[in-house]
């Protein structure tokens, strides 16, 4: 698996070398498969937006329907888990670089709105020792947790506007 994205009452799912993206319930039945152009192999992230589906990969994000047919491409790549549905008509890309502390804004089509800061100041050194996971609401929560700790979620509440 190389991206993974909430679609409703399930998941989408697009895997390592393959061109096709699996719609899976939450019993993990495969409810439909949305076949990609070929060349489209590497996926790394994945954005559900309305009846859009943003694929991130290394060199671009590409914008499909839910048929599989292309709509748009946007210049700038993504990295693995960056990409992430943020309401109805918005998509962000999250930093992956540390000390890098904004995420790019993307629209319908994959647009390009512009760059948000998100409160993670507190992380920046503790994002060069250990791998961290990240969430949001996109209001004014922000969730982290190291990847392997079993200690608490710790939270950040901040507001964040989006463009």
Known sequence: MSAIAPDGAGVLVAFNGESRLVHVDESLAELEAITLSPSHTGVCGLAILGDQVLVGERN?????????????????????????????????????????????VLGLNGAYLGKIAIPMEPLQTYLAQHQLLVATDWSDHVWYGDWNDESPIYMVQAAVTMP
């Open 60 to 104: 671009a994000v590409t914008v499909f329907d839910r048929s599989g047919k292309q709509l748009d491409e946007a210049g700038g790549g993504v990295g693995y888990r960056l990409l992430k549905s943020a309401s109805a008509d918005r998509a962000v890309v999250l930093p992956g670089a540390v000390g890098d502390a904004t995420a790019t």
